[in-house]
């Protein structure tokens, strides 16, 4: 398994940016899909983004198509989510997932992050 570390959450007003990582350990991060997943306070955690192991495709859930792209550079063993036009709606725990097999679906992703937490104040 790979070991995940996020970091870039904060707090921000509703139109504005944030900007996660994702540092990976080890030597097999480009063998991995990554994904982007969040959890708001009394729900479920729920799909964000996903990113094949070469970065060649990607796939979104439909609340943050046009807002959101994730990205991920291989030599420095990293995933990306650039968020643009926040939504308090966006508010959560954002977790960083690998995987080997690219997909919308949290079953998938055998190695987690920690989380970072995301605020959008209205």
């Known amino acids: 398994q790979v070991q995940l570390v996020e970091s870039g959450g904060g707090l921000v007003q509703a139109g504005g940016s944030l900007r996660l990582s994702c540092a990976a350990s080890g030597r097999t991060f480009s063998s991995y899909a990554m994904g982007w997943f969040r959890q708001a306070p009394g729900k479920e955690r729920e799909f964000v983004a996903a990113?094949?192991?070469?970065?060649?495709?990607?796939i979104y859930t439909d609340s943050v198509k046009g807002r959101f792209t994730i990205s991920r550079d291989n030599a420095k063993n990293t995933v990306y989510l650039q968020m643009n036009s926040l939504k308090p709606e966006d508010t959560g725990v954002y977790y960083c997932a690998a995987g080997n097999t690219w997909s919308a679906k949290s079953s998938t992703f055998n190695s987690w992050g920690q989380g970072t937490q995301v605020t959008v104040s209205s």
């Open positions: 990113i094949n192991y070469s970065g060649s495709s990607t």
